[in-house]
């Protein structure tokens, strides 16, 4: 059983900076896809990026291209979200998830973190 914990979410003005941390306990981090996945309020859930297990190349949804970084540490069980030019629009609470069954967008995810609030004010 995987547990994974979210932190560095905030409050930060439209332009700004956040950089995201999910924390895996576990011996098997390295054998999992992981992913960030986002809610705003009143909107389903919505796939931000992937990183596959070597941690070779990141995924990425058209609205987060160019701005957002997905990278992880097989050494320290963790993956991040350095989330620049942040807008409004990205207010959400964010998710990581881990996947044994493939990874990318439409993978399975079978763990779930509790999620970490993300502000932007314009």
């Known amino acids: 059983q995987m547990q994974l914990v979210e932190s560095g979410g905030g409050l930060v003005q439209a332009g700004g900076s956040l950089r995201l941390s999910c924390a895996a306990s576990?011996?098997?981090?390295?054998?999992?896809?992981m992913g960030w996945f986002r809610q705003a309020p009143g909107k389903e859930r919505e796939f931000v990026a992937a990183?596959?297990?070597?941690?070779?190349?990141?995924v990425y949804a058209d609205s987060v291209k160019g701005r957002f970084t997905i990278s992880r540490d097989n050494t320290k069980n963790t993956v991040d979200l350095q989330m620049n030019s942040l807008k409004p629009e990205d207010t959400a609470v964010y998710y990581c998830?881990?996947?044994?069954?493939?990874?990318?967008?439409?993978?399975?995810?079978?763990?779930w973190g509790q999620g970490t609030q993300v502000t932007v004010s314009s």
């Open positions: 576990g011996p098997t981090f390295k054998s999992y896809a």
């Open positions: 990183i596959p297990r070597d941690g070779s190349i990141g």
């Open positions: 998830a881990a996947s044994t069954r493939g990874w990318g967008r439409n993978a399975a995810y079978d763990y």
